[in-house]
């Protein structure tokens, strides 16, 4: 089956640094790929939409220059968070998706703390 | 009206116990639709899509009810493995699939 490969699975940085989180679709071309964002005990939150080579689509309330958000091919996106912050501490994850009313694939996360 | 609704549960069922999920979403015009499961810590894993005729794989039983806009979610013969967070996801075509926050199910031995 599709799979979506996410790097790193886990970081812990200090409040300042930027932290890049990478997002593959291994055997298919990802024409979407989407970041979300999960707090301890809470539903997924969608953070961006990122179509390759076009400006990622921000949900309102997210910072488009603080979660920088790159898709330079059909399987890589990436997600920059800069100057993290100790709130920004979450799970990450990014799905991807080829055809349309194909099912969303999972990466298996990053969790991101900031010290 | 939210796009898509689920009862967050928690739902506790004994093992062996006959568990039922409904999803109901807004827009008439979707077109697909998907359980996932996602268990603590972990990212959601799809569990089954949904189609118009129902569909069935092992325990699970998954139906889409288009005039009354719901899906379901039919778990026999629950499993302590089964206890997860169970997600509903439904495409409506021109926007991101969009997600329930999910139903969370516990089984208890």
């Known amino acids: 089956g599709a799979v979506v490969s996410q790097h790193p699975s886990r970081v812990i940085c200090k409040s300042g640094t930027s932290v890049k989180i990478e997002c593959r679709s291994l055997?298919?071309?990802?024409?979407?790929m989407f970041w979300y964002r999960q707090f301890p005990k809470k539903s997924l939150m969608l953070m961006a939409t990122s179509n390759e080579g076009s400006k990622a689509t921000y949900e309102q309330g997210v910072e488009k220059d603080k979660f920088l958000i790159n898709h330079a091919s059909l399987t890589l996106s990436t997600l920059t968070v800069t100057s993290a912050h100790p709130e920004d501490s979450s799970f990450y994850i990014c799905s991807a998706t080829g055809a349309l009313n194909s099912p969303l694939h999972f990466g298996n996360g990053t969790r991101l703390t900031v010290t | 009206r939210k796009e898509v609704e689920q009862d967050p549960g928690p739902f506790n069922v004994p093992e062996g116990a006959t568990v039922a999920f409904n999803c109901t979403y807004s827009n008439s015009a979707s077109q697909s639709f998907f359980w996932y499961r996602q268990d603590c810590r972990k990212e959601p894993k799809l569990l089954m899509s949904v189609y118009s005729s129902g569909n069935e794989d092992g325990r699970f039983t998954a139906q889409l009810n288009r005039a009354s806009q719901y899906i379901s979610l039919l778990i026999r013969d629950s499993k302590l493995s089964d206890s997860a967070t169970y997600l509903c996801v439904v495409n409506t075509g021109n926007t991101p699939l969009v997600f329930g926050k999910g139903t969370r199910l516990s089984v208890i031995a």
């Open positions: 055997d298919f071309q990802a024409t979407t």
